[in-house]
């Protein structure tokens, strides 16, 4: 073999082909980092309870005006007024949408915080665990067929409705399990220094935030 073949083999062999070395980078660049939780993102600590309501919240208020549509073609054959329905419903429906997708009911270690708004604005509302009184839960007349339920929070002054529930949530429970834990009998019984591991001063939250 000449001298120049003994340069060309020693160049092949000692040249990495573009999969190998693709493999080396890939070996030595460090893992993507898992995305946060989604509980994290929007403001809560990992672990709190986030539920979203049923999406029957808004899709209750499209169907009458589906039904009218289909009505109007089936009986009368008049395709404009079934387009003309539909298009009412949509608008109806619309600010229910913007509603039921901002809308959130979150579980803290001492409170509630209810969560609403329309269009990228959103508010939330915190009530005190402390001032729970009784908590009922019921279906509706439809709400267990579909797949939805209502909690009702009997409060110290008034009554709160958590509607359109999903029902593989157990809300009901968990918030009786709250309110047992922040009575005034068991805050007395509570060891000095334990505290939650989540609150909502914690969070810097108070009675209203925009």
């Known amino acids: 073999m000449t001298r120049r073949g003994c340069y060309t083999e020693s160049a092949r062999l000692g040249r990495e082909s573009p999969a190998e070395a693709d493999v080396t980078t890939k070996a030595t660049e460090p893992p ?9 993102q929007e403001g809560y ?10 999406i029957w ?3 209750w208020w499209v169907v009458p005006w589906l039904v009218a549509g289909i009505v109007f073609l089936v009986a009368f054959s008049d395709i404009f007024l079934m387009v003309f329905c539909w298009i009412l419903g ?12 901002n809308t959130r009911y979150v579980v803290l270690e001492d409170a509630l915080v209810f969560q609403r708004g329309l269009m990228g604005t959103s508010q939330r509302y915190s009530i005190p665990a402390s001032e729970f009184r009784r908590i009922r839960e019921r279906n509706g007349l439809l709400g267990g067929p579909l797949g939805y339920r209502s909690v009702d929070i009997f409060l110290e002054r008034g009554q709160l409705t958590l509607s359109f529930i999903p029902v593989s949530i157990k809300l009901a429970p968990r918030l009786e399990e709250l309110m047992q834990a922040h009575t005034p009998a068991q805050q007395e019984e509570q060891k000095d ?3 939650p591991a989540a609150t909502w001063k914690e969070l810097g939250g108070s009675e209203k935030k925009g």
């Not at 600590?45 to 049923?54: E, N």
């Not at 949509?90 to 997708?101: D, L, M, N, Q, T």
């Open 32 to 40: 993507p980092k898992p995305p946060a939780p989604k509980t994290q």
């Open 45 to 54: 600590p990992a672990g709190t309870l986030v539920i979203r309501q049923s």
């Open 57 to 59: 919240a808004w899709v």
């Open 90 to 101: 949509a608008a109806s429906s619309a600010p229910r949408y913007f509603a039921w997708k």
């Open 193 to 195: 220094g334990e505290k």
